[in-house]
């Protein structure tokens, strides 16, 4: 079992950086793949960026790539996700998921699921 906690959520004006951070609890933090995904208002869940246990391999939606840096360190179990060059559009609130793999642009694999933390980027 491992639960999620993400944080760093806030208001920021366009062309912005924020940086969440999603800590995890239990002892298997390191075997597992992490995820952020976000759902904007009338939105469906879209997946954002995702991590491999090792961190070597990472992912992302286009709309964020070269943007956004998802990053992790398995001994303090937190994962990161830097966002910078923040757009109206990157409005959401932010999920931190863990699971068994990743696959990009899918929730598969996700098994454990944070509660949100909001992202509300202004114009």
């Known amino acids: 079992q491992v639960q999620l906690v993400e944080s760093g959520g806030g208001l920021v004006q366009a062309g912005g950086s924020l940086r969440l951070s999603c800590g995890a609890s239990?002892?298997?933090?390191?075997?597992?793949?992490m995820g952020w995904f976000r759902q904007a208002p009338g939105k469906e869940r879209e997946f954002v960026a995702g991590?491999?246990?090792?961190?070597?391999?990472?992912y992302y939606a286009d709309s964020v790539k070269g943007r956004f840096t998802i990053s992790r360190d398995n001994a303090k179990k937190v994962v990161y996700l830097q966002m910078n060059s923040l757009k109206p559009e990157d409005t959401a609130v932010y999920y931190c998921?863990?699971?068994?793999?990743?696959?990009?642009?899918?929730?598969?694999?996700?098994?454990?699921w944070g509660k949100g933390t909001l992202v509300t980027v202004s114009s």
């Open positions: 991590i491999m246990w090792s961190g070597r391999s990472t």
């Open positions: 998921a863990a699971g068994r793999t990743i696959v990009a642009g899918t929730s598969y694999g996700m098994d454990y």
């Open positions: 239990g002892r298997t933090f390191s075997s597992y793949a």
